[in-house]
């Protein structure tokens, strides 16, 4: 089946730096990945659509220079998270599309001091 | 724009017993409906989905989900449940003018006792 990872699994980082999160598809070619935000007890919330090749589409109120998206290739799409700030520790999820699945990644767990 | 309600947000069980958990959407069009499991301290998992065809869907570990298109709903069932089946369970809809964008419901954390 289809597999989507993450890296890092788990990041601790101070406030005011930056934080780069990959996501790659494994076994597939996904021209289309998301990014969501899970907060604690809560639901995913998409953050914006990378599509590879071109600029990403961020949802309302997701601010795109703070959460940059780069999907340089079919298996790779990166989220950093710019000037990190506690309010944006979450665990983030990214999902790999093919056909008319999304798959999706184990989720990062940022925290930020 | 397009939501998703799930009406349990706990929901206790012993084992053995039948599992119904909510999902209705609002959205008028076509629609794609998807169930998603999460065990903990793992990932999503895809548990059923519809796309068109028979409203009564089957997925993996003996759940199955009945579309109500006069209803938006889509429910999901489970005879017998297992200690097992302790997750959150995500509602997800794709409407066919929203490209590939799930969106989801606000989840269903079942949690089956002994």
């Known amino acids: 089946g289809a597999v989507v990872s993450q890296h890092p699994s788990r990041v601790i980082c101070k406030s005011g730096t930056s934080v780069k999160i990959e996501c790659r598809s494994l076994d597939f070619q996904a021209t289309t990945m998301f990014w969501y935000r899970q907060f604690p007890k809560q639901s995913l919330m998409l953050m914006a659509t990378s599509n590879e090749g071109s600029k990403a589409t961020y949802e309302q109120g997701v601010e795109k220079d703070k959460f940059l998206i780069n999907h340089a290739s079919l298996t790779l799409s990166t989220l950093t998270v710019t000037s990190a700030h506690p309010e944006d520790s979450s665990f983030y999820i990214c999902s790999a599309r093919q056909s008319y699945e999304q798959y999706f990644g184990p989720g990062t767990r940022l925290t930020v001091t | 724009a397009q939501s998703v309600s799930q009406h349990n947000h706990h929901v206790i069980l012993s084992e053995a017993a039948s599992l119904e958990l909510g999902c209705n959407y609002s959205?008028?069009?076509?629609?794609?409906l998807f169930w998603y499991v999460q065990y903990p301290g793992q990932h999503l998992q895809l548990l059923l989905k519809y796309f068109s065809g028979d409203p009564l869907v089957k997925g993996i570990k003996g759940f199955e989900a009945e579309f109500i298109k006069s209803k938006f709903s889509f429910n999901l069932r489970k005879p017998s449940v297992q200690w097992s089946d302790t997750a959150e369970y995500f509602c997800a809809v794709n409407a066919n003018n929203a490209g590939n964008m799930l969106t989801f419901g606000g989840g269903t954390r079942l949690m089956v006792k002994p």
């Open positions: 959205y008028g069009g076509t629609v794609n």
